[in-house]
């Protein structure tokens, strides 16, 4: 808990980057359109996938954060050394980002919607599968930032570890949005996102204590 | 006698350096009298000449799927057990597992162009394909990344593990996500679903070949990563003194 408190005060002071990923989210909306035409009914068309992509994206951008620093201060192996457990550690590191990046993203995503000329009935959705799938991205990124803390060219691997991971819930968040804005019933799509991220959970914290107990010896 | 024995690497150099001529020389009489005889077989009466694919195809898509599972069993062993040959052997897997992957994949669109009309297509089995390649490369660079060894091994059997579970649930999530347009199992025991004779023994010779072939270079591999850590051990030796 103390270290829940720790991390989330250190992301939200100055240089924390804290917001980043919103800002990064903004720019990913903005940009779209530019590419492939203001049309409004092309825009909704694509727009639970960008949405979808985007928020994926903004998530990656802060993973080689979450190790790095305590890494290269040492903090690290302290945490290492306390009685609580790696996987107890490793999950709140993971909670932490899920709180400064998916959460907002989640929150905000209906105005990047609006942005996007996303149809209306698909709002809701788009809420329920961002906060239903946004953390298994934040755990799915723990490991991968478990895996490649050491190392100097750590962040570009990172991306390339983490984003195969991120497939299936990607598929079923941009399908529950889809279905939504098709009007049909997302609940399907939101079921198996639900049981990935629960799974994820349940599973990966071993997997990320393990790749850091290597790291760190 | 038991497997465990060739986790020493001086018995698994000796052995698999006697094995080597034979399997090399039983791959390439495998891989190519398959490829003649599946060349000189008659073209079907709906796909013409471009079925031949089939020999290549099939065989590297295989190839491709089993590795990966290989390189799980012998990633299991490494962090059970410890034996490096073991860790060896899935750093050397890796890179003729991607390719077989490439294979498949290009053979696909080479036989899609004509037959679907589309070079690439969001179909499950070729996404999945797809994806599993990235896992391919993933783990490389992983391997490549890490400079101590020991760490290096762990850390992509960690991966190797974590992967595969990624890889599977990908398989069947792309399922939900686009109808298929590629075509069920290509070998079937119904005998009413399964294809001609004409074609299903080359197919099975090449897909021997495939698999001797992948024993030759992962045999080959082996040995050098082996040659190449005992060097290592020499140069640090030499250092110190």
């Not at chain 1, 905000?108 to 788009?126: C, D, E, I, R, T």
């Not at chain 2, 890490?146 to 990624?166: I, M, Y």
């Not at chain 2, 109808?179 to 197919?203: D, F, I, K, N, T």
């Not at chain 2, 090449?206 to 080959?220: C, P, Q, S, V």
Request: proline share 5%; net charge positive.
């Amino acid at each position: 808990m103390a270290l829940l408190i720790r991390d989330l005060r250190l992301a939200t002071r100055a240089g924390g980057g804290f917001g980043l990923a919103l800002a990064f989210f903004l720019i990913v909306c903005t940009l779209v359109p530019f590419g492939v035409g203001p049309e409004g009914g092309q825009l909704s068309r694509i727009a639970p996938g960008i949405l979808w992509v985007g928020a994926l994206l903004s998530c990656l951008l802060s993973l080689d954060r979450i190790f790095a620093l305590d890494h290269d201060d040492g903090s690290l192996d302290l945490l290492a050394t306390a009685p609580l457990p790696m996987e107890g550690m490793v999950a709140i590191k993971a909670l932490a980002h899920w709180l400064v990046t998916g959460l907002p993203l989640a929150l905000s995503a209906p105005v990047f919607g609006l942005l996007l000329h996303l149809p209306g009935p698909a709002y809701p959705w788009l809420v329920a599968s961002l906060i239903l799938g946004t953390p298994a991205l934040s755990m799915l990124g723990v490991f991968g930032a478990a895996v490649t803390v050491g190392l100097r060219r750590g962040g570009l691997l990172l991306s390339l570890l983490v984003l195969p991971l991120y497939v299936p819930t990607l598929i079923f968040g941009a399908e529950a949005v889809r279905r939504g804005v098709a009007g049909a019933d997302p609940m399907t799509a939101l079921v198996f996102l639900a049981a990935i991220t629960l799974f994820v959970l349940a599973l990966v914290p071993f997997a990320a204590a393990a790749a850091l107990r290597v790291n760190l010896r | 006698m038991s497997i465990w024995e060739y986790a020493n690497p001086v018995k698994f150099m000796r052995t698999s350096g006697a094995a080597l001529p034979w399997v090399v020389a039983g791959a390439a009489i495998c891989t190519i009298a398959g490829l003649i005889w599946g060349f000189l077989t008659p073209q079907d009466y709906k796909q013409g000449a471009t079925v031949k694919i089939i020999f290549l195809h099939v065989p590297a898509a295989l190839m491709a799927i089993n590795i990966w599972l290989m390189m799980l069993v012998t990633s299991l062993i490494w962090l059970i057990r410890r034996h490096h040959v073991s860790a060896l052997a899935a750093k050397a897997a890796a890179p003729v597992g991607a390719v077989m992957t490439l294979i498949a994949l290009i053979t696909g669109a080479v036989w899609g162009q004509p037959m679907w009309g589309t070079w690439w297509e969001w179909d499950p089995r070729l996404t999945s394909f797809l994806i599993l390649f990235l896992f391919y490369l993933g783990y490389m660079a992983l391997w490549e990344a890490v400079e101590n060894p020991d760490s290096a091994a762990d850390l992509t059997g960690v991966l190797c593990l974590v992967g595969s579970v990624f890889a599977l649930l990908s398989r069947y999530a792309v399922n939900f996500w686009n109808q298929g347009l590629h075509q069920g199992a290509s070998l079937s025991l119904a005998p009413g679903e399964r294809m001609s004779a004409v074609y299903r023994y080359p197919l099975y010779l090449t897909m021997a070949g495939f698999f001797l072939l992948f024993l030759a270079l992962l045999l080959i591999r082996t040995r050098t990563e082996i040659r190449r850590r005992r060097l290592a051990a020499l140069l640090a030796r030499e250092n110190r003194t």
